[in-house]
Each structure stands twice: as structure tokens, then as C-alpha cells.
């Protein structure tokens, strides 16, 4: 194949763009954060010790979310209704809190997901 045989007319199929209904179904709906939730950061937080909070902005595939970090780097993530709402928890608890779109994640949860990778967990 030459360099510009792709870019004839006719010598390479033709892809077909996407019926409008087509490119609608991918579209998922995000499950809303709810009790459950709010009651398993409230355990995360009492049972370790040095939890930090690190609040995720809402993206194009998750709503707002809740990053909790303890001491050794063991963490949870949950779904919470606001940003404003994650600052009031983390407060109310106690925990610092950190937008992690600033900040990012830290190293120590990073060492701990090696290390569950390493032992096989």
C-alpha cells in the first residue's frame, strides 16, 4: 500500500457513522449516593485511625465522590450528595479534608494498593 492509497476515494471501505438512536444508548445512568453510604464512611472513620478526606469532583462518569484514607493507606471511596456536603462530614468527624482535584491521592494509598497487589489481594 502506497502512502497516500488511504486517502483515494473508494480504495478503503467507508465506515458508517452511527444511527442517531445508536449513539444514545451507551449513556449509563450514575446510582445516587444514599444512607448506606453516608453510614459506611461514618464506620470507616470511627474504626481507623488518622483518616484523611479527599473529596472528587463530579466527572463525566461518577458523581461527586469521598475518598477516605487511614494511617496505613487503607481506603473506601463513596458516592456523597455535594462537595459542600463531604467538607461538613469530614468536619463534623473531625477528618481533614482535601480536594483532590488539587492535591491528589496520597502515596501512602498508593503503597497500599501495591501491597494488596503483592500479597494476591
Not at 449513556?27 to 448506606?36: E, N
Not at 470511627?46 to 496505613?72: K, M
Amino acid at each position: 500500500m502506497g502512502l497516500f492509497d488511504r486517502f483515494r476515494r473508494g480504495s478503503a471501505p467507508r465506515m458508517r457513522r452511527p444511527a442517531r438512536d445508536a449513539a444514545r444508548t451507551g449513556s449509563t445512568r450514575v446510582r445516587a449516593s444514599d444512607k448506606a453510604d453516608e453510614e459506611y464512611l461514618h464506620e470507616f472513620v470511627v474504626n481507623r485511625r488518622g483518616v484523611e478526606g479527599f473529596v472528587e469532583p463530579r466527572t463525566a462518569v461518577s458523581d461527586v465522590t469521598l475518598l477516605l484514607v487511614a494511617h496505613d493507606g487503607e481506603w473506601t471511596r463513596r458516592r456523597v450528595p455535594s462537595v459542600d456536603w463531604a467538607h461538613r462530614f469530614c468536619n463534623s468527624h473531625q477528618v481533614p479534608s482535601y480536594d483532590a482535584a488539587v492535591v491528589g491521592i496520597p502515596q501512602r494509598m498508593r503503597d497500599y494498593i501495591r501491597r494488596q497487589k503483592l500479597k494476591g489481594g
